[in-house]
């Protein structure tokens, strides 16, 4: 059974960069469909970005597109969110998720994972 587990939040000033990572461990991660979801305090929880197995194929929410980007690298067994531009409006809990699949169609409901990891903080000042 793979376990997912990020890494890399923390506090940063408004503008700054952050890269968090996704690394799985259990088996290869290279057929798993992967997504970042975040949860703002007292907010559902939201679809960031995904990318297929293959990394060829990205998707992200209007909210991120331009400032964040999702790449993976499965010889490491980790997908990455690179997270630039940042905003106060993007502290959050991010969450990885993944679920085993080669489909490529975009997946940006919470019910589309089976697997989660649990979360790491981000927090943006202004």
């Known amino acids: 059974q793979v376990q997912l587990v990020e890494s890399g939040g923390g506090l940063v000033q408004a503008g700054g960069s952050l890269r968090l990572s996704c690394a799985a461990s259990?088996?290869?991660?290279?057929?798993?469909?992967t997504g970042w979801f975040r949860q703002a305090p007292g907010k559902e929880r939201e679809f960031v970005a995904a990318?297929?197995?293959?990394?060829?194929?990205?998707y992200y929410a209007g909210s991120v597109r331009g400032r964040f980007t999702i790449s993976r690298d499965n010889s490491k067994n980790t997908v990455y969110l690179q997270m630039n531009s940042l905003k106060p409006e993007d502290t959050a809990v991010y969450y990885c998720?993944?679920?085993?699949?080669?489909?490529?169609?975009?997946?940006?409901?919470?019910?589309?994972?089976?697997?989660w990891g649990q979360g790491t903080q981000v927090i943006v000042s202004s």
């Open positions: 998720a993944a679920d085993r699949t080669t489909q490529q169609y975009m997946r940006r409901y919470e019910y589309e994972y089976t697997l």
């Open positions: 259990g088996r290869t991660f290279s057929q798993y469909y």
């Open positions: 990318i297929s197995w293959s990394g060829g194929i990205t």
